[in-house]
């Protein structure tokens, strides 16, 4: 059995949206990558050439500018397994890994966002917004200003949401999750203020099936692979994608023909 992650990314030049499928375990990063073009009625295709071997740490990802951003464990200059943030160009299907910060905590639990139009990444540590301002020299800087707790609680000690990403206004979002509900909340850090939502009823329902056991998946969408299934594990994997998507929308009935 080989379990994979999926990452939804945007090209805004050719108005196109792509699915990067991944392996998400060190035994499996041989496999694949593969690629869909959605609407394109194509099948899923192996990225050949130039791809580091690398397999996804987190189902937690950021599309930036046509740019997708993961969390991975990659083989870099011959060394095995190194931690890092790998980008790829869903125009052009290449991958480029990037260190983290000099002082991230390399072992402890990152948060990716999209913040004024750059990569950032908040440390669940020490809270500090680090942002990505220089992709090519990797160079980092950091809002001295800002800390932002990554995971919040309500007045009533029931919601835990966690940092999820940010508005086009600065806005940080939080979700959270459970048994019937999605609950969304902004924090404003420099008005200090918060406003929150939620999901529920029938909107709600077409993401019921996300929990519970492992499931199987069509194997014969993707290549050498005969065990295939993903995790529907945890609510807590919810993401979302401000100021892009006005909707709930779920991928889970999506078809691919199959390879010949």
Request: proline content about 4%; overall charge negative.
């Amino acid at each position: 059995m080989c379990f994979l992650v999926v990452y939804l990314g945007y090209d805004p030049f050719g108005d196109t949206y792509k699915l990067l499928c991944i392996p998400h375990a060190a035994e499996h990063r041989d496999y694949g990558p593969w690629v869909l073009t959605l609407g394109a009625e194509e099948s899923w295709r192996i990225i050949e050439g130039g791809t580091p071997k690398h397999y996804g740490l987190t189902v937690s990802w950021k599309c930036i500018s046509g740019v997708m951003y993961y969390e991975a464990y990659a083989d870099i200059n011959g060394y095995m397994e190194i931690r890092t943030i790998m980008s790829f160009n869903v125009r052009f299907e290449t991958f480029k890994p990037i260190n983290f910060p000099c002082c991230a905590d390399y072992f402890g639990e990152h948060h990716l966002l999209s913040y004024n139009g750059r990569l950032a990444l908040v440390c669940s540590l020490d809270t500090k917004l680090w942002i990505l301002e220089d992709e090519k020299e990797e160079k980092w800087v950091c809002n001295i200003d800002l800390h932002l707790p990554t995971r919040r609680t309500d007045p009533t000690g029931k919601i835990n949401y966690q940092l999820n990403d940010a508005t086009v206004t600065g806005e940080f979002i939080y979700v959270a999750v459970d048994d019937k509900e999605v609950h969304i909340l902004y924090y404003d850090p420099k008005k200090n203020s918060t406003r929150s939502f939620k999901f529920e009823g029938s909107m709600y329902k077409e993401f019921e099936g996300f929990g519970g056991e492992a499931c199987k998946f069509n194997t014969g969408c993707l290549p050498n692979l005969k065990g295939l299934a993903y995790l529907k594990s945890s609510w807590m994997f919810a993401r979302c994608l401000p100021n892009h998507i006005e909707n709930l929308i779920s991928l889970k009935n999506i078809t691919c023909s199959k390879l010949v």
